[in-house]
């Protein structure tokens, strides 16, 4: 076949395939040249999942007119002044959004700059673009799409539903809100508004903290996100990172929330996803994911924002430095967090606690006062006629006696049990001088229930321990100071192993060759496409050589770090760990209680154990208070 020239409305139906997915792609696109239009309100609205319509209203600069129909033709754009691809400062700069959807849908552009007597608009209709036009409007731009695809009707089919599409433009919507908080946002969803963010003022604490992103996160995420996260500020070689992250326990099932941006921009990056994985290891789980919200801001020759249709990945120029900078920053204010554990805990254990109404039926065969029953139908029943019903009825009509003695028993504070165990809950008085409770976080002990829970008395709440995990935690955390402290002992193979790998892999065990010795690997180059092992980790014992190898080799292709092998270490410690800690089951003296107390005071991480659970749950004296209607 003779080569030729597309029509160029086919052309702008390729492209539009490319930059328009689905209509929350048409969203990003126009919410995004908003944004770059220096807009301070945005105002969404669609219809039919945004089939039918979508409107994008804004307060930005306008258009003017004889730029109107420039506007809507293929790469034309006002934000590349210098023809630089490497100096992007804007979320748009292709000049593909408006000429894309205009081929596959019927679009109108009606525009207004500030001096302008008028507005004028223009329409584009399946890729024919009509003549600019007087309108009323005020300062600003607004867009409207109607009949989404309806020039290529076989996009139509691989749509989802209407309810799938309305949540791809909300999340759409969060996460240039979350980028953004000095603009304001609304959506509205077929009539109804389905989400807002006002503009947070700028504001900056004592310690440098952004009020106004925080504020922002707020909005989107939630209250329990702003109380239970830590901020995330570092900076290196000019790159600097800042956001929030939520603690260990507040965690998800699966990483729809995390959130990352880079110059403002909303991305999904491998980079991130490896970098996350690797700071909240030692904490997670591998089925949860931490919540995050996290910007980097680096200058624009260090990142490139051109390798995707979407422009949803970025590639940087040292994604080593940029990768350390994340797992840096994020262990650091993980450390700095303490024993914190996440307030979402105590707030379950509440519910929990909630009273419930006892079920209570009437007496069916005698009225209060004595007279003949006023129950038809339940003549009948007497006690003698109901099982337990007469023994119940005794216990109820018994004369009160002595209360303590009673249910205590012989009155020595112990519950009889009945079957001669030992009692679940223990409170020694060992003559020790009292704690001021305001000095520790974590209080003072007070009691054991069922020899493994700790309860202590802290100065406006109670603290409820778990002894195995919070002591499994402590030594876990030693071990690790250890193992950082020098070389991991190695093991020298009787046979050196040999791995073959294709050449890449080979390529990038070998260049990381010093840093895998400093775990306890030792391996080195042995020809093409392969490496010989002589030595590992002694810890590991008898490990599977060639796996682990290869996950070392997929992990660096991948995320770029030795994650698999510190992984297979930290769990052998975090085994250790739980061999070497208290059990539960027993006893523990006042002073060991509080003993260990202290020590999850001093020690970072002590809030969860290794899988990311709670090792301790603080209910404060007004929530109990609530629970029994002092309040």
Same mark, same amino acid.
């Given at each position: ?78 934000? =590349?002044?210098?023809? /630089? ?90 996460? =240039? ?12 969803? /077929? ?29 989107? &995420? ?12 570092? %900076? ?154 007469? %023994? ?27 079957? #001669? ?15 001021? &409770?305001?000095?520790?976080?974590? #209080? ?15 100065? /406006? ?31 020298? &193979? ?29 391996? %080195? ?44 270490? %930290? ?61």
């Amino acid at each position: 076949m003779a080569i030729r020239r597309l029509p160029e409305t086919l052309v702008n139906r390729i492209a539009a395939g490319e930059v328009v997915e689905r209509p929350a792609s048409a969203v990003k696109e126009l919410v995004e040249n908003a944004i770059d239009a220096g807009a301070r309100r945005i105002d969404v609205a669609i219809a039919n999942g945004g089939r039918s319509l979508i409107s994008v209203s804004d307060d930005g600069n306008g258009i003017a007119r004889d730029e109107l129909p420039v506007a809507v033709e293929r790469h034309a754009t006002s934000k =590349l002044p210098s023809d /630089d691809l490497l100096d992007i400062r804007w979320l748009g700069f292709r000049g593909e959004a408006l000429p894309s959807i205009g081929a596959v849908s019927r679009m109108t552009i009606v525009s207004r700059q500030e001096n302008d007597e008028s507005a004028w608009a223009i329409e584009v209709e399946g890729g024919r673009v009509g003549s600019v036009k007087p309108a009323a409007a005020g300062r600003g731009t607004r867009i409207e799409v109607r009949d989404l695809f309806y020039a290529v009707p076989a996009r139509l089919k691989f749509l989802k539903s209407d309810r799938a599409e309305d949540l791809a433009v909300q999340e759409i919507m969060r996460r =240039l809100a979350m980028a953004h908080p000095g603009i304001a946002f609304t959506l509205q969803q /077929d009539g109804r508004s389905s989400f807002r963010a006002d503009a947070v003022p700028p504001s900056l604490m004592e310690d440098g903290q952004d009020l106004q992103q925080l504020g922002r996160l707020e909005q989107i &995420l939630g209250r329990d996100f702003a109380d239970n996260a830590v901020p995330i500020r570092a %900076e290196r070689e000019g790159i600097r990172l800042t956001g929030h992250a939520g603690l260990p326990t507040y965690n998800r099932g699966n990483a729809q929330h995390q959130y990352l941006f880079v110059n403002g921009r909303p991305v999904r990056d491998k980079l991130f996803v490896g970098a996350l994985r690797g700071a909240y290891a030692d904490f997670l789980g591998h089925d949860r994911h931490p919540v995050v919200a996290l910007f980097l801001d680096l200058p624009a020759e260090q990142v490139d924002v051109n390798v995707h249709p979407a422009k949803a990945e970025v590639r940087f120029r040292d994604p080593g430095l940029v990768r350390g900078l994340i797992v840096g920053a994020l262990r650091h204010a993980l450390a700095e967090a303490g024993h914190r554990a996440s307030t979402t805990v105590a707030q379950s254990a509440l519910g929990a606690l909630k009273p419930q109404a006892a079920p209570t039926m009437p007496l069916p065969f005698q009225s209060t006062f004595g007279g003949p029953s006023r129950w038809r139908g339940y003549d009948n029943l007497r006690p003698s006629s109901v099982p337990g019903l007469a %023994e119940a009825a005794a216990l109820y009509n018994a004369p009160q006696g002595d209360f303590s003695r009673d249910v205590f028993g012989d009155g020595t504070g112990e519950v009889p049990i009945g079957d #001669g165990l030992a009692p679940a809950a223990r409170n020694e008085d060992v003559g020790a001088a009292p704690i001021p &409770l305001q000095n520790y976080p974590l #209080g003072a002990a007070r009691g054991q229930l069922h020899e493994t829970y700790i309860v202590a008395q802290t100065a /406006d709440g109670i603290v409820i321990v778990d002894q195995h995990a919070a002591h499994e935690r402590l030594v876990y955390e030693r071990m690790k100071v250890k193992l950082e402290a020098g070389r991991v002992p190695r093991q020298v &193979l009787l046979l050196p192993e040999v791995v073959e790998l294709s050449d890449a892999e080979a390529t990038r065990l070998s260049a990381r060759a010093d840093e895998l010795a400093e775990l306890g690997l030792v391996l %080195e180059a042995f020809g093409a496409g392969a490496v010989v092992v002589r030595e590992v980790p002694a810890l590991l014992g008898d490990v599977a050589v060639q796996a682990l190898v290869r996950d070392l080799a997929d992990a660096i292709a991948e995320y770029d770090s030795v994650l698999p092998l510190k992984e297979k270490l %930290e769990e052998v410690c975090g085994t250790m760990a739980c061999h070497g800690s208290v059990r539960a089951g027993r006893r523990l003296t006042l002073d060991e209680m509080n003993a260990l107390l202290r020590q999850m005071e001093a020690t970072p991480h002590s809030g969860q154990c290794n899988h990311g659970r709670p090792t301790y749950v603080e209910l404060k004296l007004a929530d109990i208070e609530k629970l029994f209607g002092r309040r």
